[in-house]
């Protein structure tokens, strides 16, 4: 019996001590996570940021330029979104996130919000580019002040990085989608091996 009351004291103690070391662990998870939740990103995120974007958004070009102009209205099924409609969408979301969230209108008052409808493979390029270029040019000048200035994302109160982070986030996942239509199609990804 004091065996197996001493075998219950140790492991009571040993518990014990593992809830108090896992609390402990919590606790300074939170201060650290407090402590780095006030830090500012600086020019290094933005640049880090359109690296990013100018490899997903030359992986969008080069599908749009291989894919034939019969297959922009191609779909893997009934109400599931058209090639074309994947570009114009992610060409809207990147005039849309700098408009809405950051406060940057898109050039000479361009209205993205019907351009997913449009079908037409050279107007999709081109609007697309427009689109590109503007997130390039646009992010490019932006302060650390710009970046880390509060804003309003899908009902949250966020800095303006994290705007950016949702953009790239988006497109990449257009990205793996663009290249699945491609090869469903019988079109290699022209940076593939």
């Known amino acids: 019996m004091r065996r197996v009351i001493s075998g219950l004291a140790v492991l009571t103690a040993v518990i014990g001590v593992s809830f108090w070391t896992q609390g402990r662990t919590v606790e300074a998870a939170s201060v650290a996570h407090a402590e780095t939740a006030g830090s500012m990103v600086d020019a290094s995120f933005r640049d880090e940021f359109l690296s990013h974007f100018q490899r997903s958004s030359y992986k969008i070009s080069e599908l749009a330029r ?39 209108a898109p050039p000479d008052g361009f209205d993205y919000r019907n351009i997913e409808s449009i079908r037409d493979k050279d107007q999709v390029q081109k609007i697309f580019a427009m689109s590109v270029e503007h997130v390039n040019e646009q992010v490019g000048a932006m302060t650390a002040e710009q970046l880390n200035a509060t804003t309003e994302l899908y009902g949250r109160t966020v800095d303006g990085w994290a705007v950016l982070f949702q953009l790239i986030s988006h497109m990449n996942e257009h990205v793996g989608q663009s290249v699945a239509y491609a090869r469903m199609n019988d079109v290699s990804p022209p940076w593939s091996r």
């Open 66 to 104: 291989v894919m034939p102009a019969e297959k922009f209205e191609w779909a893997p099924a009934e109400g599931i979104m058209q090639v074309a409609e994947v570009y114009m969408h992610l060409a809207r979301y990147n005039f849309m996130y700098l408009d809405l969230n950051l406060g940057i």
